[in-house]
């Protein structure tokens, strides 16, 4: 399978608690983009990369939410001290980029639930 | 910034009949539209989209319009089959700008009725 995929699947944490969150793009795919997902809701951009250059951050995130691509492939999303509100899904997509927005492959998410 | 605003929330046909989605954002600069389809437990996954030199673009059961003047643009299915039950979203963003995230609505939750 050469899709977006993301680890863990399911994460569920005491609040107050860190957790990370693990996104590989499709090789070559130059965007990544993190969104996030609540029930009955679209999904909310959180940040995106272009290779390894973080290009934007949304204002919904708090300096709890910390995202990197070291080496402009794999990403990681950290939430710090965790939150009831931070209860969502977290979906990760990877686009060719350069210029096009094109389509956006998305991952099948990490369900988040803190407690 | 961008919004994206979607209606209806759910939607619900009769299999056979068409289904129409509607759409209006805010930024005038945005220039591409795409529509997702999410089904349960997946993530979203891009069925169509149109770009702003076009208004109107089809593929087979699916088109979608573009009214730039109004900043509307809709999504039509015809003669729905049960396999299009699922949660569509519209989106808009400005295409070769720096800043080309794409927002997304809220979702129509489509229900095709035997």
């Known amino acids: 399978d050469t899709g977006v995929s993301q680890d863990p699947r399911h994460k569920i944490t005491k609040r107050g608690q860190n957790v990370t969150f693990r996104c590989d793009p499709i090789?070559?795919?130059?965007?990544l983009y993190w969104y996030r997902q609540t029930l009955g809701q679209g999904p909310e951009f959180l940040t995106y990369?272009?290779?390894?250059?973080?290009?934007?951050k949304s204002r919904l995130l708090s300096d709890r939410f910390s995202a990197e691509r070291p080496k402009g492939s794999f990403s990681t999303l950290e939430i710090q001290r965790t939150e009831q509100g931070d209860s969502a899904m977290y979906l990760c997509?990877?686009?060719?980029?350069?210029?096009?927005?094109?389509?956006?492959?998305f991952g099948e998410g990490s369900r988040l639930t803190v407690l | 910034g961008e919004n994206v605003e979607q209606h209806p929330s759910t939607l619900s046909v009769q299999e056979g009949d068409s289904a129409v989605i509607k759409c209006t954002y805010s930024?005038?600069?945005?220039?591409?539209f795409p529509w997702y389809k999410q089904e349960l437990g997946k993530g979203p996954q891009l069925i169509i989209d149109i770009r702003s030199n076009v208004g109107e673009k089809k593929d087979q059961r699916i088109a979608v319009t573009l009214n730039k003047t109004a900043k509307h643009f809709s999504l039509h299915i015809t003669e729905t089959q049960p396999e299009d039950s699922a949660v569509y979203f519209c989106?808009?963003?400005?295409?070769?700008?720096?800043?080309?995230?794409?927002?997304f609505g809220k979702g129509t939750r489509l229900h095709i009725l035997p």
């Open positions: 990369f272009q290779n390894e250059a973080q290009l934007e």
């Open positions: 090789s070559e795919h130059n965007r």
């Open positions: 930024d005038s600069a945005s220039n591409y």
């Open positions: 997509a990877s686009s060719p980029g350069q210029g096009a927005t094109g389509e956006l492959f």
């Open positions: 989106a808009a963003s400005i295409e070769g700008n720096r800043d080309d995230k794409i927002i």
